[in-house]
Nanobody, 121 residues
């Protein structure tokens, strides 16, 4: 089992920045690809970004490319999502995910409980 706990969400004005963190415990963190997803009210959960086990490869949804940056620190068992130039349409609950075999929008082995991000206009 892998336990994932997100933090860092909050309320920010459009154009602002936030950094989300996801702390992992349980099995060996560095074996897993990690990702971020989000779900806005009334919408399905959507892929945001993913990073390989080593951090050498990253993958982003077109909607956040150039604004968001995913990174990881395997020594701290933590993955981050730096979000710049935030827009009201980025408002959602953001979820951290871990997957042993897949990196990308189909990863789903383990999920965190989510953290709310609200961007005001």
């Amino acid at each position: 089992q892998v336990q994932l706990v997100e933090s860092g969400g909050g309320l920010v004005q459009a154009g602002g920045s936030l950094r989300l963190s996801c702390a992992a415990s349980g099995r060996t963190f560095s074996n897993y690809a990690m990702g971020w997803f989000r779900q806005a009210p009334g919408k399905e959960r959507e892929f945001v970004a993913a990073i390989s086990w080593s951090g050498g490869s990253t993958y982003y949804a077109d909607s956040v490319k150039g604004r968001f940056t995913i990174s990881r620190d395997n020594a701290k068992n933590t993955v981050y999502l730096r979000m710049n130039s935030l827009k009201p349409e980025d408002t959602a609950v953001y979820y951290c995910a871990a997957d042993l075999t897949t990196m990308g929008d189909t990863m789903d082995d383990y999920w965190g409980q989510g953290t709310q991000v609200t961007v005001s206009s």
